[in-house]
């Protein structure tokens, strides 16, 4: 089944303690994105990467990092996580070649940062 | 000046009758539309996209670009309950960065069975 899949789906941790967001997709797409979505705010871009080795920022990618070594996995790294990271995060991608806006996206991971 | 617009709702209607979601944006050099679907608590799912102006059918969904209004619409007929969700238009914007995709903030829609 084609899929995107991220873990953890639901997280609670405090502030300063590094994590790790995973997200891995078995379509073989190119294209890979990290987006926030918090009330009142919609879906915001943090990073994306077009191929392997290859990421840029987004509109909001302040506090995160991501890194693109394989083609199907694209974590996102919190390395000091504050409050206002509580959101909702999702994990998206696409072939390349295809429609910009044709993504497919993982369920979800909650991340709650006290 | 905010890059796509919707109205947030609620946007209450009766089941059987057809809901009308509007979004507009502000890069007339906009090329392709998207509109998304999102159950609360889910991801969103892409459900119609329109290239060029005029009407786009599929099923019961219909889109509506116009361009020179810079605003594209999403009809669904014949609403269902299973219609309630939140329905986010997003819009290939032009940015110095290669990729454009913006979202609005979606609208939430309810089918009143």
């Known amino acids: 089944e084609a899929q995107v899949t991220q873990n953890p789906r639901y ?27 918090d009330p009142g705010l919609g879906l915001r871009q943090i990073y994306y990467s ?65 | 000046q905010k890059e796509v617009e919707q109205n947030s709702g609620p946007l209450s209607v009766p089941e059987g009758a057809i809901a009308s979601l509007n979004c507009t944006y502000s890069d007339r050099g906009s090329q392709s539309f998207f509109w998304y679907r999102q159950y609360s608590g889910k991801s969103p799912e892409l459900i119609m996209f ?15 670009l116009n361009k020179a209004s810079q605003y594209v619409s999403l009809l669904i007929r014949d609403s269902q309950p299973s219609d309630s969700a939140t329905y986010l ?25």
């Open chain 1, 11 to 37: 997280l609670i941790t405090v502030t300063g303690k590094k994590l790790t967001v995973t997200c891995s997709q078995n379509m073989n797409h190119e294209y890979m994105s990290w987006y926030r979505q």
């Open chain 2, 89 to 113: 238009c997003a819009v290939n914007i032009r940015r110095g960065g290669a990729d454009g995709l913006t979202f609005g903030k979606g609208t939430h829609l309810i089918i009143q069975p």
């Open chain 2, 50 to 64: 329109i290239y060029s102006n005029g009407d786009k059918e599929d099923g019961r969904f219909t889109a509506q």
């Open chain 1, 50 to 114: 077009m191929n392997v080795e290859v990421t840029d920022k987004g509109d909001v990618p302040e506090g995160y990092k991501v890194s693109r070594k394989e083609k199907r996995n694209f974590p996102l790294i919190l390395e000091s996580p504050s409050p206002n990271q509580t959101s909702l995060y999702f994990c998206a991608s696409r072939k390349v070649a295809g429609r910009v806006g044709e993504l497919f996206f993982g369920e979800g991971s909650r991340l709650t940062v006290l």
